[in-house]
T-cell receptor
Framework: GIQVEQSPPDLILQEGANSTLRCNFS?????LQWFHQNPWGQLINLFY???GTKQNGRLSATTVATERYSLLYISSSQTTDSGVYFC?????????FGKGTRLSVIA | GAVVSQHPSWVICKSGTSVKIECRSL??????MFWYRQFPKQSLMLMAT?????????EQGVEKDKFLINHASLTLSTLTVTSAHPEDSSFYIC???????????FGSGTRLTVV
């Protein structure tokens, strides 16, 4: 099956800093989503981005499908950005999740 | 947008009892739903694929007799954890393909604690 690797596994940022999270995947996919899991466990869908670039406020994402990776950019980080960020990919199959990046933003 | 409603949000049950978790698509029809399990500080692992009107497909290592899945309508799938044990304590979350486009939509999850 598809393998998904996320890096870094853990990240600590000072409030206001920028960061880049990476997701590598092992096979062609037609679905890639980035999620933020809040402390209550709820998965917040950030981007549906099987290819190309999207932006939503301070967040943006880029997927280079031919090179099998995706990047999530967080700019001007805030304490509310803390949590776990998951990349999940799929072909004509259910989503397979990476192990996530645990982000802590400190004031 | 597409919404998947999951209930209950949390449940505590005694060892040996059964617990039912419901997952409903509120504004779209979901012929297929997916059930995931997440242990503390781990990723989400697919347990099974729920198909409307037919038997669920279980991932390797998931006991079909323990985790009963019923998908009787186009908007409702249920997961019943039978004869629950403390090791079944976990976060269970469902998802469905967003027929409106934009990938998969997830429910809010159910935190199960078996005591």
């Amino acid at each position: 099956g598809i393998q998904v690797e996320q890096s870094p596994p853990d990240l600590i940022l000072q409030e206001g800093a920028n960061s880049t999270l990476r997701c590598n995947f092992s096979d062609s996919v037609n679905n890639l989503q980035w999620f933020h899991q809040n402390p209550w466990g709820q998965l917040i869908n950030l981007f549906y981005i099987p290819s190309g670039t999207k932006q939503n406020g301070r967040l943006s994402a880029t997927t280079v499908a031919t090179e099998r990776y995706s990047l999530l950019y967080i700019s001007s980080s805030q304490t509310t950005d803390s949590g776990v960020y998951f990349c999940a990919v799929g072909g004509n199959t259910p989503l397979v999740f990476g192990k996530g990046t645990r982000l802590s933003v400190i004031a | 947008g597409a919404v998947v409603s999951q209930h209950p949000s949390w449940v505590i049950c005694k060892s040996g009892t059964s617990v039912k978790i419901e997952c409903r698509s509120l504004d779209f029809q979901a012929t297929t739903m997916f059930w995931y399990r997440q242990f503390p500080k781990q990723s989400l692992m697919l347990m099974a694929t729920s198909n409307e009107g037919s038997k669920a497909t279980y991932e390797q290592g998931v006991e079909k007799d323990k985790f009963l899945i019923n998908h009787a309508s186009l908007t409702l799938s249920t997961l019943t954890v039978t004869s629950a044990h403390p090791e079944d304590s976990s976060f269970y979350i469902c998802s469905a393909t967003n027929s409106l486009g934009g990938g998969y939509t997830f429910g809010s999850g159910t935190r199960l604690t078996v005591v």
